[in-house]
Structure formats: C-alpha cells, structure tokens
C-alpha cells in the first residue's frame, strides 16, 4: 500500500504540469522568454525604485537629449527622462495587453464554444459576432469607449470585446471538428454531462491554435491601445503608455530617432517574448510531441 | 417479457431525415437479451446494426437522426422515456459501449488511467485516489500493468488502446456491454485475445454482451444467439446451433458463401449479388427480393414479419430454404 501510494503522488504530481515543465525548459528560447516576461513583471511592479526620475517631472533645460549615462535612454520635448518614462510604462502595457488577451480569450472562447457546441445557438452568436467585425476597427472601439467614458478600463474592455470574434470564430472551428471526434462520443455512451466532455475534452484539445493567437495578438492590442490613446481615448498624457510615446515621438523620428524606436523596441521585446513563450507551450502541452 | 430479460427492444424504428430524403435505418426490430448471454448481432455495412446499438443508449445524433417510435426496455423502465439527466445515469453504468477504432477512441491529451478515473467519478460517490485505485485495478483486469497509469494514450499499441477502452467501458460493472466491431480496427492476433478478454471478464463479471460484427466466425465463438440483420430488419435469429446447422433465410445462407471455407474445395467463392437497396428508397416488398433467388411473386409486394419455426428460430422469409439445402 505504502508503495502504491508512493506512486501515486508521483505520478500525479508529474502527470500534467510538471511534465509540461519539463519539456519547456528543454526549449531554451522559450525559457529566456519566460525570463524577460517575468523580469518585466517585476519592473511593472517596482517602477517606483526602479526608475532614476518621475515620470512627469518636466525639465525645459533638458529637452531632446540624446542617450548619456545620466538620461540611458535620452530625454523627450519636455525633458521628461525616457528611460524612467519607459520603466513605468511597462505597468500601462502589460496590464493593457494581457488584460485584453486574458478577457477576449475567454470570452471568445467561451461564446465559439456555446456555438459549436449547440447547433441551435450557432448563427444567433456568430452573426452577432459578425457584426462587430463588419465595423472597421478604430470606428468601433472609438465607439465603444466614447459611450462608455475615456479610461484605462474601458479602454481594456473595448479592446478586449474588439478581440472576441476573432477568438470565437477560431474556438468554434476547432470545437466543430472535436466534437465528432471519437472518445467525445465514447465519452458521452459513458454518461458524462455537456459539461464535463466540454472542459475535459474538448478543450484540452484546442488549446493550441488559442495559446498561438494570444501570444500573437497580445503586441497588436497594445499597438491598438496607442492608437486609441494618440486620438485622446485612453490613456491620458502625462501617463507613459509605450504606444502613446511612440506616436508621440514619430515626429521626432528624423531629428531623434531614440524617442520612439527604444519604446517600440519594449513593444517588439514583449511580443517575441510572448510569441516564443507560446509556441513552447503549445509544444510542452501536448503530450504526442513526445 | 421474462423474469431473466434484462434488454427488450420492441418495434424500434429509427429513420435519418435528411435534406431530400428520409433514411429508413433501422425498420421495426424486436429482440430480448437476456441476463447473462452473448448475442450477436450480424450484417453488412449500412444494415443498421450500430444505429440499433446506439438507440439502446439513446445516442442516436440527433438531428438528422430520430428515434420514431418503438420502446427500450431495460431493467422493465423505458429508456426512450426518460430525461436527459437520467438516460447518462444509465450510460456507462448499466449499459456500455466499447467502440470500433481504439485509436481515436481515447483522448490524447488525457492519460489513459485519468480517463478510466473520470468514468469511475462519473457514476460512483468515491474520492479521487479511491477511483484511481479501481482505474489500476480495472486496467490490471484486462491486462495491462497498473504502472502504465500515467502514460498517454499514443503511448499505447491499438490492441491495448482498445484494452483501454474495454477497462473503461467495465470500470462501473455494466449489466449490458454493447461491443460494436470491437475487432474490425486490429489485426487477427490480437482479435483472438481481445475477444478472449471480454468474454473472460463477461463471465467473470456476470454480463450481458451485444456483440456487433460482420464476422461470422467470431459470433460463432462468442455468443450464445445470434441475429443476421438485413436493411434495417432482422431477418433470422436463433441461437448459434439453430442457425448455423439449419440455416434458412437466403439471405444468410449468402452470408455464410461467402467466407472461405478450410474444409470443402471451392474455386470461386460464391458472394451475393448485387448491392443492399438504398435506405432511403426500400422496396415495398421484401428488402433482399432483389438479390435473392428464391425470391417469389409474394416477394414483391409484401414484406415477411419474423417468424418462429421452432425452438426460438425466428425467420423473416415467405420462401424459406428446405432443411439441409
């Protein structure tokens, strides 16, 4: 019995995540993603000691440095120290994209599932979904935010429904031809509920093609987060929103090319990173790749 | 109905209704299984044999699919009238069903002894180590050794995927087990010894068996009675001994010439001609008139009801063959 026992912590506790862990740190660009993704969290949360300046602090003596020891990553046309500008942005963009990612997934998928799932609800959902997608984008999610009032967190849950259908339409595609499948039907002659086959078996399996379209849209959202807050819908200046200083800086590109490319290349980091964390998920989780 | 039947089917009929046609699958059958005993259920493809077995749990895809009328009794209440809610109480529990490809019977991302725990779960009050302890113990009954708990289904060979499935198919002790060609995925070794399997494990467990095939061989080996289904009906059944020594429906006599046989020396085996009628367009008469040759002028114009000729031989034919032909 003791041996029995013995066995079965180990095989349980190896049996999902662990096992997954294991095959992800054999992927190393997916690990080192893991590590800047996590070293960006943590600069998210400590801005405050990290950053040499205030973000808003103004100073006119200073204005348009190039990059020096004193200013790393130079100083914008107020004199605002860059580099610090950068270090807190990190806390509006990663919540922006994630938050995003995090809503819009689960909502679509939630939503593309229902619809494939029950044949009867499949076109009332999805041709709702379609009319949110015959808006062009910024029309929409201009909409969305004037209606519900210019800040942050309305700005998340526009972007986050501008990103449903997408989500939706790829959950419910997957679902359609899962659920004919085999040990679904097995699974049902057993006696498991709707429920229970959706959660257990279903999803498990369509979680790859959903990892890759969150990895991939999550730089998008924040791309499109800046564009809401360039026209004034969002994040509000002085607030340091990564997009928002590029398209601040894009003036500058020809004069002071570090304005608007360092915040961009924050955008590009977050991105691979995410797109690489991603990809060896979607590997590390199914277990046939091994 | 006796005080010993455990699954009585009467007057199922089961009809897909499609966009421009309807498709008659399964036309009227009756048949009873008892505790204990292993039928057979035989028939070409497209007879109706697993739409039958699929409408004993209720699972006929719906739409197009629908069960049109007739009544499933099991255990004396009616399946057909029950809830959704109590119909999954039954499935797993006291009928189960092992299905055809073991290869995409299992889910790949789940472990195989996870997934004999979630049946466990499903219809037993028990904890979770407690239900893998009977998943091992299940998956050490059909052979495989409890370690292999952990490994996934790719992991695994057909013949011990389908294992596999036979141990979560017995892991709640069904009273009936509905086997639909649980051989036809694999290869002739490994046949014998699944087959060996469930009939060891249906002694030992004390259940029914449907057994699905188009393997004459196998019913023969495996089952006490045995049914030649036909384009939706049931054209001869009986048991084993009355059927294969006195066969009397055409139909089966066809059957049998087509297999090889060891014993006798035959050039050419002698295959049925012609194709099944279209579902979706029976005959008004008998459903084999047209590729039977003893078809006769009755043939055409009415349709033969299952008939006792004697010690529970039931035939479906107004022209019978004579004994010994």
Not at chain 1, 170 to 196: C, F, H, M, Q
Not at chain 1, 257 to 266: D, H, M
Not at chain 2, 233 to 250: D, F, L
Request: proline share 6%.
């Amino acid at each position: 019995m003791a041996k029995k026992d013995g066995y079965q912590k180990e095989k349980l506790g190896r049996s999902q995540f662990q096992l997954a862990w294991i095959r992800l740190k054999e992927n190393k660009f997916a690990l080192v993603s893991l590590y800047i993704i996590i070293a960006i969290i943590l600069i998210a949360i400590f801005a405050p000691l990290l950053a040499p300046y205030d973000y808003a602090a103004q100073n006119y003596d200073e204005i348009l440095l190039f990059p020096s020891l004193k200013h790393p990553f130079g100083t914008d046309q107020f004199g605002r120290d860059i580099f610090s500008r950068v270090i807190y942005g990190t806390r509006y963009s990663l919540v922006i994209g994630l938050c995003t990612m995090i809503f819009s997934c689960i909502l679509g998928v939630f939503l593309g599932t229902l619809a494939a799932y029950y044949p009867k609800l499949d076109n009332p959902i999805m041709r709702f979904l379609d009319i949110f997608g015959s808006i062009p984008d910024m029309a929409l999610l201009m909409c969305l935010v004037v209606i519900m009032g210019s800040n942050m967190r309305n700005m998340i849950i526009a972007l986050a429904l501008y990103y449903t259908p997408g989500y939706a339409r790829l959950a419910r595609a997957k679902v359609l031809t899962l659920r004919n499948e085999e040990y679904v039907e097995a699974s049902i002659a057993l006696g498991a509920s709707d429920a229970r086959i959706l959660l257990t078996h279903i999803l498990p399996n369509a979680v790859a093609p959903l990892i890759v379209r969150f990895t991939m849209s999550t730089g998008g959202s924040i791309l499109e987060a800046a564009g809401l807050s360039f026209i004034g819908l969002g994040i509000q200046p002085p607030k340091p929103e990564w997009g928002l200083m590029i398209s601040q800086g894009r003036g500058f590109l020809s004069t002071n090319w570090y304005y608007p490319i360092l915040p961009g290349l924050c955008i590009v980091l977050l991105s691979y990173c995410l797109n690489y964390l991603g990809d060896g998920l979607r590997d590390a989780l199914d277990p046939r790749l091994n | 109905m006796g005080e010993n039947t455990l699954l009585s089917v009467e007057d199922l009929v089961v009809k897909y209704f499609l966009r421009t046609s309807t498709c008659e699958a399964v036309n009227g059958i009756s048949f009873t299984i008892d505790k204990g005993e292993r039928v057979g259920l035989v028939g070409e493809t497209g007879a109706g044999k697993t739409t039958t077995a699929l409408s004993i749990l209720d699972l006929v895809p719906n739409p197009p699919g629908r069960i049109v009328s007739g009544k499933i009794i099991l255990n004396g209440e009616d399946v057909l009238a029950k809830s959704e809610a109590e119909v999954r109480k039954i499935r797993g529990n006291d009928v189960a069903m092992i299905f055809q490809d073991p290869m995409t019977s299992l889910n790949p991302v789940m472990t195989v002894g996870d997934q004999i725990t979630e049946v466990v779960r499903l219809h037993n009050d028990v904890g979770r180590f407690e239900a893998m302890d009977k998943a091992r113990d299940m998956l050490e009954l059909v052979g495989i050794p409890g370690e292999r708990y952990g490994e996934y289904p790719h992991q695994f060979s057909g013949g011990m995927k389908q294992r596999v499935l036979i141990a979560m198919a017995l892991a709640c002790n069904p009273k009936l087990l509905i086997a639909d060609e649980p051989t036809s995925a694999l290869d002739v070794t490994i046949q014998a010894q699944v087959l060996d399997l469930i009939n060891g494990l249906r002694e030992k467990l004390g259940m029914s068996l449907l057994l699905i095939t188009h393997d004459l061989g196998v019913v023969a080996e495996t089952c006490d009675r045995v049914m030649i289904m036909y384009a939706g009906s049931i054209v001869e059944s009986g048991t084993i001994r009355a059927v294969y020594k006195n066969i009397k429906h055409p139909y089966t006599k066809g059957l049998f010439g087509s297999i090889p046989r060891l014993d006798i020396e035959t050039e050419r085996l002698d295959p049925i001609k012609g194709m099944m009628p279209d579902p979706s367009n029976l005959p008004e008469g008998c459903a084999f008139c047209e590729r039977c040759p003893n078809a006769i002028e009755e043939c055409k114009t009415k349709r033969p009801q299952l008939e006792d000729i004697g010690d529970g031989h039931m035939v479906a034919c107004f022209n019978p063959l004579k004994e010994g032909a």
